[in-house]
């Protein structure tokens, strides 16, 4: 009776996570310090997260870290969420192979400084075997411009008689966009109790189940982690089907 208890338990667990990372800002501002601190708290709360989804057999965790829109706040700030990166980039590689952590990458590159390019393929090369957890983390990305970027390469392919109109669909869609290489996230999260997906996995999470934590991101640890996954248990997830009595 135990084993199946575990086994319907473990059935139920996403094996793909997406977080939004959101309330730094709010975090830091609350304790009267600079928004920078909030960024770091929250780089301490990506690592206790990564452990936790170890720990419970998630094999795939995607965090927004910085979207397209983000470059409109100050520079400073801008400044500072990029020095972050470079530090725990190089910081981390070791430690993240050593768990047997796979780091990728989605977003806009091209809009990324080159030694922040340099410092995002040689943690991917260096992490490329690991077969515990993969994260992927969306830098410089928005959903809407993800999707302008596969339009352009499907209209591309057809200017050219690679592919006929007729054949696109939706699996020829997903293919270009950047989580090419990886599945649909199950549930997706965001902290700060805001409640909008802020042009985030618009295409992939149109069958995602949605969960709003009130806690500020730096402040999430494993018993929030837990909270999010026992709503995601009660979901009675469909995909459009109707439910059999």
């Known amino acids: 009776m135990v084993a199946v208890e575990q086994s319907e338990h473990e059935a139920r667990i996403p094996n793909h996570v997406a ?16 928004r920078a ?40 700030e801008v400044d500072d969420l990029m020095g972050l990166l470079r530090f725990y980039l190089k910081k981390e590689i070791s430690h993240l192979k050593g768990r047997g952590i796979r780091l990728g990458f989605i977003g806009d590159r091209t809009g990324l400084a080159p030694d922040i390019l340099e410092i995002m393929s040689h943690a991917e090369q260096q992490t490329a075997k690991g077969d515990r957890l993969c994260v992927t983390v969306a830098l410089n990305y928005g959903a809407r411009d993800e999707i302008v970027r596969a339009m352009r390469s499907l209209g591309q392919d057809i200017a050219q008689g690679r592919i006929s109109p007729d054949a696109i669909d939706e699996a020829l869609i997903t293919a270009r966009l950047d989580t090419k290489n990886i599945p649909d996230p199950d549930l997706i999260i965001r902290t700060s109790g805001e409640q909008r997906l802020s042009n985030f996995l618009a295409w992939q999470g149109a069958y995602a189940e949605l969960v709003f934590a009130p806690v500020l991101w730096p402040d999430f640890g494993r018993a929030d982690l837990d909270a999010a996954l026992d709503e995601y248990q009660k979901r009675d997830r469909r995909y459009g089907e109707v439910a059999v009595s």
């Open 19 to 34: 977080v939004i990372m959101d309330g730094n800002g709010r975090w830091a501002k609350l304790r009267g310090l600079p």
């Open 37 to 76: 601190a909030g960024h770091q708290a929250g780089a301490e709360a990506v690592r206790r997260t990564l452990k936790a989804c170890i720990d419970l057999g998630i094999g795939h965790l995607t965090i927004f870290a910085f979207s397209s829109e983000n470059w409109r706040r100050p520079e400073q």
